[in-house]
């Protein structure tokens, strides 16, 4: 099991985890229990954080922004997700010409 962390910082590590995931799989079909398994932590403790899919996802979409991930800010243009609807016009550019790339 994973060790003890201050609460911000488990937050933040099921973050990174859950854009790692999404990276791979996409955003759209990560797990509580993927993400749970990546942090060596349960899904109950992932739910702690994030009560809802939703919430979830929509905390990784945010994310990805503040980090830059344009693979994963351009699978979230692509769902028309609402963290992207009013994003900088050339990260946009930049993120969706990602996935030509």
Same mark, same amino acid.
């Given at each position: 099991?994973?060790?003890?962390?201050?609460? +911000?910082?488990?937050?933040?590590?099921?973050?990174?985890?859950?854009?790692?995931?999404?990276?791979?799989? #996409? @955003?759209?079909?990560?797990?509580?229990?993927?993400?749970?398994?990546?942090? #060596?932590?349960?899904?109950?403790?992932? &739910?702690? @954080?994030?009560?809802?899919?939703?919430?979830?996802?929509?905390?990784?979409?945010?994310?990805? +922004?503040? +980090?830059?991930?344009?693979?994963?800010?351009?699978? #979230?243009?692509?769902?028309?997700?609402?963290?992207?609807?009013?994003?900088?016009?050339?990260?946009?550019?930049?993120?969706?010409?990602?996935? &030509?790339?």
């Amino acid at each position: 099991m994973a060790t003890k962390l201050p609460p +911000v910082d488990r937050k933040q590590q099921i973050l990174t985890a859950a854009l790692c995931l999404a990276m791979g799989v #996409g @955003y759209q079909s990560v797990t509580r229990e993927a993400i749970a398994d990546a942090c #060596g932590v349960s899904h109950a403790l992932v &739910n702690l @954080y994030f009560r809802v899919m939703p919430e979830l996802k929509a905390a990784v979409m945010v994310e990805a +922004v503040r +980090v830059s991930n344009l693979t994963v800010i351009a699978q #979230g243009l692509v769902a028309r997700d609402p963290a992207v609807a009013d994003l900088d016009p050339k990260l946009k550019r930049k993120a969706l010409a990602s996935i &030509n790339a």
